[in-house]
């Protein structure tokens, strides 16, 4: 297998995208084609000992950055690393694309000028992973989509549980729609009709649920539109980081109370290592023609080797082509 | 003052109530009214030593359970105590309602049966308390209405702002609104309605803000529609309560963690005590005409009298009237 992945996307590029590629390269044996400036690339590369390790690089001139509009990124910098990338799949010369870069500009690449939508899909929706108890539950849209549609989110719901089912190896996912009440009959004018859809579509649909069942692992595939997606998972990232700010301000605060942290300090980096996104690494964008996997911008490199891991499940569990196939369109016998 | 408190909410009901009024009615010195009924509410009541404390019963006969449908409840349960306590304030018998019984019928029997809407208010607004680095962040709506329009959040933004100052306490309190991006253009369709409403507004407006801003205090009022708001409320319970789950377990997977976390106790306890909802006790429903205000069914005593302290800074901050007066139609020259 060949995954491309996008050098230039983390805070720390392209450090941490090249000790993530050494160690996925080592570790699972594919080829990870680094795309970048070559120079830079190549001299950060040399001071690894790499030996026989299939990684290679491709040129990219240009950079997204974080700051760039996504619509005038993706139109105007057709030589960035994000856009080469993508393309190295779309033309076959990779299976499948990572970047920790502009989410929305990837988005946008992704869609309008090189995979494309996938034959069906209305809009393709950014989704996130969470790693609840050890087992992934896979959330969508946390953006692509700030307004939403009922049949568009009925898609989403197909294209997740797709996902849970061959790339997460969940078998029988459970899918909930995200709602302020468990009883059916909660919710907003667009929830209540993306109910009413959900329910005639053969998943195992579990009807609403809430932010406390996502932390409960009480669902699978968990829908949203894509604004209130993306401050449910903000909330959940501050909430985590407000908690442990407090609390590491308070163990500070005297001696004996620096003791115990001092002495619990496994439980805490076993905590830590419990509600990791870098065990992740990254989520796909679904619904476009290829296999695309958005790690964060503060990925470091063992985010970066589990969001190339993300990228082989998705290939080998053939996760576009089970896509692709559900929304054919139901042959007419004439 | 004389502060009206649904006996009946909590799910520990009628101790925490009664506690909660017994403290309160000794450090405020305001009478408490316990309405419920008469004779479980006179039988607990003996167990105290409330001597000469003003708290006086006011019976109800029925009781409205938070499994009860809030617009079945209201329209049926004419004799519960959160009817009959409301009823009291709109009777000027008492000042405020505090109830941490079914929301949704306390809001339901305010705004059609009892207090009604302030003149001018399209929709009253449910709103949370954050206690931020212990300056409290007020957020609406969340959960009264789940599809909003633009003007009914600009006057949840003109409450809001009220509340804050009047009695929070906030001087020149800054209003955002919640979005997903904090760039002016980010934003679902609502947002940038709303946004471009409140640009007009006569607040200190800040633009879009993210929930990190929230966990950072960078604002004193959130404004959001009420499923957002919902979804934000209950993400940032559960996330707290699954991060505090997470570590304990780990605390308690060996002894010398479990040693670890016992020196630390106190620690533990002050980031719970700064992060605790129960010291702000509840959160006004804004824009009916009267102070109410919501606490959690979780409560304990604590909390209730939290609450009624609540209760008595709004009364105190006259905000109702505030609100009152900025809804006024401006008059006319003929």
């Given at each position: 297998?060949r ?5 230039m996307g983390?805070d720390?590029?392209?450090d941490?995208?090249?000790?993530g ?6 570790q699972?044996k594919?080829t990870?084609?680094l795309?970048g400036q070559?120079k830079i690339?190549?001299k950060a590369l040399?001071?690894?000992d790499?030996g ?10 240009q950079?997204i950055l974080?700051t760039?509009?996504p ?11 994000i856009h080469v990338?993508?393309?190295l799949?779309?033309d076959?010369?990779g299976?499948?694309?990572?970047t920790a870069g ?5 988005h946008?690449i992704a869609?309008?000028?090189t995979l ?5 899909v209305?809009?393709p929706?950014l989704s996130?992973?969470?790693p609840?108890n050890?087992?992934?539950?896979i959330?969508?849209?946390v953006g ?11 898609q ?6 797709l996902?849970?089912?061959?790339s997460l ?8 729609l995200?709602?302020?009440g468990e009883e ?6 667009l929830t209540?009709?993306?109910?009413a859809?959900?329910?005639t579509?053969p ?6 649920v809430?932010p406390v069942d996502?932390m409960?692992?009480n669902?699978?595939?968990?829908v949203?539109d894509?604004?209130?997606g ?15 700010k ?9 001696p004996i109370?620096?003791l ?7 439980a805490?980096?076993?905590?830590r290592?419990?509600m990791d996104?870098?065990e992740v ?16 911008g503060g990925?470091?490199?063992?985010a970066?080797?589990?969001a ?5 499940m998705?290939v ?7 896509i692709k196939?559900?929304f ?7």
């Open positions: 297998m995954i491309v992945v996008d050098a983390t720390t590029r392209p941490a995208e090249i000790e590629a050494i160690h996925a390269a080592r699972f594919d990870i084609i795309v070559e690339l190549g040399k001071q690894y790499i026989t390790l299939p990684i290679e690089i491709v040129h990219a001139e950079e974080m760039d509009k619509a005038i990124a993706s139109k105007e910098k057709k030589n960035s690393s990338g993508l393309q799949v779309k076959g010369y299976d499948a694309f990572v502009n989410t929305g500009a990837a946008a869609m309008l000028y494309k939508r996938i034959s069906g209305k809009r929706a996130a992973i969470f609840i050890r087992k992934p539950v959330f969508l849209d692509a989509n700030t307004d939403s549609k009922p049949d568009w989110m009925a989403y719901a197909i294209m997740g549980h996902y849970a089912q061959h190896k969940l078998s029988s996912p459970r899918v909930g995200l709602s302020n059916q009959g909660k919710g907003n004018q209540l009709e993306t109910d859809l959900l329910r579509l998943l195992r649909y579990i009807g609403n809430e996502i409960y692992g669902v699978d595939v968990v949203s894509g604004f209130t993306n401050i449910l998972l903000k909330t959940f990232e501050a909430s985590v980081h407000y908690l442990t407090i609390l590491r301000e308070e163990l500070k605060s005297n109370n620096s115990g942290a001092l002495l619990a300090t496994p805490f980096k076993s905590t290592k419990r996104t870098d690494g990254g989520a796909p964008l679904l619904g476009v023609n290829g296999v695309v996997i958005i790690a964060h990925s470091n490199a063992r970066i080797t589990s190339i891991n993300q990228a082989r998705a080998n569990g053939n996760v576009i082509d089970y196939e559900s054919e369109p139901v042959p007419t016998l004439d």
